[in-house]
């Protein structure tokens, strides 16, 4: 069983930084595309960015392209989340995930692995 832990989370005014991390319980995680996904109060959740298993390929949703990086260190087994520049609207819980679906999935139905979140608000 795949367990995901993120950190990181945390108040910050707009324009400012935080990076998420989230930690795998198992080894096994080096091997699954992993990504990241938000949910802001009242709203579906969303895609935030995906990584490949190798960490060649990512992949961003428009509201954050530019602006956030997605990376992994397979030997830590973790996966990470640069934020910059961030905005009101990322306000949100940010989750891990892994699939065992190959390349870069977007959708969440495709994540069989998800931590429990950590919240991520901008202040104006």
């Known amino acids: 069983q795949v367990q995901l832990v993120e950190s990181g989370g945390g108040l910050v005014q707009t324009g400012g930084s935080l990076t998420l991390s989230c930690v795998s319980s198992?080894?096994?995680?080096?091997?699954?595309?992993a990504a990241w996904f938000r949910q802001a109060p009242g709203k579906e959740r969303e895609f935030v960015a995906t990584?490949?298993?190798?960490?060649?390929?990512?992949y961003y949703a428009n509201s954050v392209k530019g602006r956030f990086t997605i990376s992994r260190d397979n030997a830590k087994n973790t996966v990470s989340l640069q934020m910059s520049s961030l905005k009101p609207e990322d306000t949100a819980v940010y989750y891990c995930?892994?699939?065992?679906?190959?390349?870069?999935?977007?959708?969440?139905?495709?994540?069989?692995?998800w931590g429990q979140g950590t919240q991520v608000t901008v202040s104006s």
């Open positions: 995930a892994a699939s065992r679906v190959g390349g870069l999935p977007l959708s969440r139905e495709l994540y069989e692995y």
């Open positions: 198992a080894r096994t995680i080096s091997a699954y595309p």
């Open positions: 990584i490949t298993s190798s960490g060649t390929d990512t």
